[in-house]
């Protein structure tokens, strides 16, 4: 890290213009999947309020899809609750990187920005690196979790409103569209490093491996696979080889 | 008593989001560690891909991996990456059709 490097001068508009741009792809991939959790939650029986208010509070798709579930069977506060902390635990390990990423903001930038991390608005923010040592980044990240948040806000909405009109042919498409873009996030890197490519791979294995092999619970399977297949990085990577 | 549970899990997923925001920057980084946080974006890209992706379509889990790979050989051509997620909703809805 080059601490003494003055950064480089970016104004805070055209830093909210880049965000929102970088943010774009996870517009387009949680748009169907939150119409997806607006139909099913408003099908499992809440309210077109307590489906919206859902997104606007916890904001995490696959617990959410996963709530709406077990609300439809009758399951219980507690069960509920802990099921969503087991499923969303994965984000203390992404969130432990964000922030070494940005250990340079101040403490409410710090804090704020971390409460709009996903797992998709953390890949996107994390593959763009160098962004943090300009001036001004933070309105980058704010713009690309602002643009993400609001879209699977209205997505829910809309998915609530809509009910049963999306033809199932094309929302079952539409499933591929977040893997689509964790993988068209993933290959660029690897064609620059490969070892980030066998770090990945590693990862996959180790899920698929506690998932169905062990049959952990979905949550606890990606937090060991992230932590195991990322530990491989130190006797593998060279020192700041990864940017 | 269903907006209780709605505050239950907003708490619960808020927590560990924040955590890391207040202890980060007092662990001492040695260079083992740094090199262990900067590859964990890297492992979850992969254990967020498989074998999820396989469940896209729960009665074949080929139409998803062929998705997936319509994604990755967009990428390789230096795309943007919301052409491998348009590239990839095509595949899957040809395939299921």
């Not at chain 2, 946080?37 to 080929?62: C, H, K, Q, R, Y």
Request: glycine content about 8%; overall charge neutral; charged content about 10%.
């Amino acid at each position: 890290m080059n601490e003494e490097a003055l950064p480089e001068e970016q104004s805070i508009g055209a830093a909210f213009k880049q965000g929102t741009i970088a943010g774009v792809p996870i517009c387009l991939g949680y748009m169907p999947i939150a119409i997806a959790y607006g139909v099913l939650a408003s099908q499992s029986g809440l309210t077109i309020f307590e489906t919206t208010m859902m997104s606007v509070l916890v904001f995490a798709g696959a617990a959410q899809f996963m709530a709406a579930n077990m609300f439809a069977q009758g399951a219980l506060f507690l069960q509920i609750v802990v099921a969503t902390f087991v499923l969303n635990f994965r984000h203390f390990i992404m969130s432990m990187s964000l922030m070494n990423q940005f250990k340079h903001y101040s403490l409410p930038w710090k804090f704020g920005l971390s409460l709009g991390l996903t797992d998709e608005t953390f890949a996107v923010s994390a593959l763009h690196k160098k962004q943090a040592k300009k001036e001004n980044s933070m309105f980058f990240y704010l713009a690309l979790i602002l643009i993400a948040y609001l879209s699977w806000v209205f997505g829910s909405l809309a998915g609530a409103l809509l009910g049963e009109v999306v033809p199932s042919q094309l929302s079952d498409s539409m499933g591929i569209a977040l893997y689509a873009m964790f993988i068209g996030l993933l290959v660029p890197s690897v064609k620059k490093e490969w070892r980030l490519g066998l770090i990945a791979i590693l990862a996959m294995i180790l899920n698929y491996f506690f998932s169905r092999k062990v049959g952990l619970d979905t949550g606890w399977a990606i937090v060991l696979a992230t932590i195991f297949g990322s530990l491989a990085a130190i006797p593998l990577m060279k020192e700041e080889a990864i940017e | 008593m269903t907006m209780l549970t709605i505050v239950g899990m907003a708490i619960v997923t808020m927590v560990p989001r924040f955590i890391p925001a207040f202890i980060m920057d007092r662990i001492a980084l040695k260079p083992w560690l740094n090199k262990w946080l900067n590859a964990i974006p890297f492992a979850a890209l992969g254990a967020l891909i498989f074998p999820g992706v396989m469940t896209v379509i729960e009665s074949d889990p080929w139409i998803g991996i062929v998705g997936g790979l319509v994604a990755a050989a967009i990428a390789l051509l230096n795309l943007n990456v919301i052409f491998s997620v348009i590239g990839a909703i095509v595949a899957v809805y040809l395939l299921t059709m």
